[in-house]
């Protein structure tokens, strides 16, 4: 079943395997008989009813947030904000006139999540929750639900949500841009397709991506995650999953940043990872690779295929730019899996955390 470990030795590895099966349940279930992208109607109103959207999340649902506000703002021309929780909970920022609130939340449990939902309830907004448990506490109690289609995620280090939360962001944001007779050449299904064939492509290639943990974080202490545009929050969530099952302390930042002061903590052999995928920033980061390198650093590339160099460490297929955090984010899983497990750690049930955080 779902939830049964079956041949694999962790939930975590079952998970990140079960990514083009979701892709594929994904595709299917947001696509109407004619192959046409298919979302509730209701729904469908409340984006279009919205001058602006706030997406609020916590952890990697938040990391998902921050590409879905690229899709919304690119494809729909929607004004989109993305908030932690329990930051927007205290520290609510000045709202539009029409505000639409986007939940997005594996467990649909987060407590924090649920005390902005109370609260912008009271004050008579409208909700959507976009969440891999039917039923759930957000799902219940806000307007509107989309379901991720992800199946039960077990490990604690969520891999199969982000993905699934990123496709479905890409899919409500074009149906949005649809509705709003914004003109696209961009066939998304299709586009997601090839997505699912890349992301199979680098699960195959686990091996090799063993040897890049072989190769950079044996010894690490710690690690930093650099990229510009969406590349950055892919590095975000990179970061994120490395901290949370290696215990390496892991920071993940704009790759332009890095001259205002974390490249201060470059040491010989400081191992960075910086990911390229976006054709307009490639120039940047990697120059941004070379500052770090010539300070020491043991530089890490990963790029997509057309943008990659001689001596980048991993090449993920071509994709469309806008789609690229679906698949690069499956390397840096794969990495803090395999560097998590080379540490004797117990890679599903890490120290400290819980799959879902129920207290405020
Ligand atoms: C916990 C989990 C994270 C997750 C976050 C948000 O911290 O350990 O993996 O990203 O909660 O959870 P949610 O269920 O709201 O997506």
Request: net charge negative.
């Amino acid at each position: 079943s779902d939830t049964e470990l079956g041949t694999h030795p962790h939930y975590m590895i079952k998970e990140i395997n079960e990514q083009p099966q979701v892709m594929r349940k994904i595709i299917k279930e947001y696509q109407d008989d004619y192959g046409e992208l298919k979302i509730d109607k209701n729904i469908i109103s409340q984006l279009n009813d919205a001058d602006r959207l706030y997406i609020i999340a916590a952890g990697t649902s938040y990391h998902a947030g921050l590409i879905g506000k690229e899709y919304f703002e690119k494809w729909a021309g929607v004004p989109t904000e993305v908030h932690v929780a329990s930051e927007f909970v205290y520290n609510t920022p000045l709202l539009s006139k029409k505000p639409l609130f986007i939940f997005i939340s594996q467990s649909g449990e987060t407590a924090d999540s649920r005390a902005v939902l109370v609260d912008i309830k009271k004050k008579g907004y409208k909700s959507l929750t976009i969440t891999n448990v039917p039923g759930s506490t957000l799902s219940r109690e806000a307007d509107e639900t989309l379901i991720l289609h992800a199946g039960p995620e077990i490990a604690v280090a969520s891999t199969k949500a982000y993905v699934a939360q990123i496709a479905v962001l890409a899919i409500t944001a074009a149906v949005t841009a649809r509705e709003l007779n914004k003109v696209s050449d961009m066939d998304l299904m299709s586009e997601l397709a090839k997505v699912t064939t890349a992301i199979t492509a680098v699960i195959e290639d686990a091996d090799k991506i063993e040897n890049i943990v072989k190769n950079y974080l044996e010894t690490a202490r710690n690690a930093f995650f650099i990229g510009r545009a969406m590349d950055y929050y892919v590095g975000l969530e990179g970061a994120l999953k490395l901290k949370e099952i290696s215990y390496i302390q892991a920071e993940g930042f704009a790759g332009g940043e890095l001259k205002h002061g974390t490249i201060a903590l470059i040491e010989d052999g400081t191992p960075v990872f910086a990911l390229s995928t976006q054709a307009k920033v490639d120039l940047n980061i990697r120059s941004n690779a070379q500052e770090v390198q010539a300070r020491g650093a043991n530089v890490c590339v990963v790029a997509m295929e057309g943008l990659e160099q001689e001596g980048d460490a991993y090449v993920i297929p071509k994709v469309d730019e806008m789609l690229t955090p679906l698949v690069s984010v499956v390397v840096y899983q794969l990495i803090s899996y395999y560097a998590a497990l080379h540490r004797g750690n117990d890679v599903d049930k890490p120290r400290n955390l819980a799959k879902s955080v129920t207290v405020e």
